[in-house]
């Protein structure tokens, strides 16, 4: 069954730093999003992406975040100066006739 | 008000036992639905949809409700291995590529 891949699967990283996240998103599938779910809470949308754009982002995803597709396979997620307060499990997800997740990366800023 | 609310839990039954979900959205906009179930650290993963007929898979009966804007999930016969979080999601946009609502979920223990 075709899967979506990240990585790294554990990330630690120190508070002001810079991080990407990488998944493989489903090679037949258009649509790509990320998810964050913070311990204890509830997984929250960060923002789709379709045809090469963003096709709809959340409040959360400010300009610490960037997403990028840069070749046919990858699909990042940048997070610049990272804060405490993301810390969180990041979701990449890829969607054609049906969302398919990833296994996420355990992001800790320390 | 939350967007999808449930409530969080634990649900602690023993094996055998019937147990029932509840869930509510607040956007009536909402056009599709399902539960997920996420097992602990690990992603969701669909459960299975939800329907306005209901429909029902295996042990599991999923029900709508759109004019009180309300979603149920009723698990049979519980196994231990149904021990996980059930998350209730709704979409706005297309049920296939719009982005996932999700509850916080509902913990189950099933124990033996």
């Known amino acids: 069954e075709p899967e979506v891949t990240q990585t790294p699967s554990h990330q630690v990283t120190q508070m002001g730093q810079e991080v990407i996240l990488r998944c493989v998103p489903i090679?037949?599938?258009?649509?790509f999003y990320w998810y964050r779910q913070i311990l204890g809470q509830k997984v929250e949308f960060l923002v789709s992406?379709?045809?090469?754009?963003?096709?709809?982002k959340s409040e959360i995803f400010d300009d610490q975040f960037s997403v990028e597709r840069p070749d046919g396979s990858n699909f990042t997620l940048k997070i610049r100066s990272t804060k405490l307060e993301d810390s969180a499990m990041y979701f990449c997800?890829?969607?054609?006739?049906?969302?398919?997740f990833g296994s996420g990366t355990r992001l800790t800023v320390v | 008000r939350k967007e999808v609310e449930q409530d969080p839990g634990p649900f602690n039954v023993p094996e055998g036992a019937t147990v029932a979900f509840n869930c509510t959205y607040s956007n009536s906009a909402s056009q599709s639905f399902f539960w997920y179930r996420q097992d602990c650290r690990k992603e969701p993963k669909l459960l299975m949809s939800?329907?306005?007929s209901g429909n029902e898979d295996g042990r599991f009966t999923a029900q709508l409700n759109r004019a009180s804007q309300y979603i149920s999930l009723l698990i049979r016969d519980s196994k231990l291995s149904d021990s996980a979080t059930y998350l209730c999601?709704?979409?706005?946009?297309?049920?296939?590529?719009?982005?996932?609502?999700f509850g916080q979920g509902t913990t189950l223990q099933v124990k033996p």
């Open positions: 090679s037949n599938h258009l649509y």
């Open positions: 999601v709704v979409t706005v946009g297309s049920s296939n590529t719009g982005k996932l609502i």
């Open positions: 939800v329907y306005s």
């Open positions: 997800a890829s969607s054609e006739a049906g969302y398919t």
């Open positions: 992406f379709y045809n090469n754009e963003i096709s709809e």
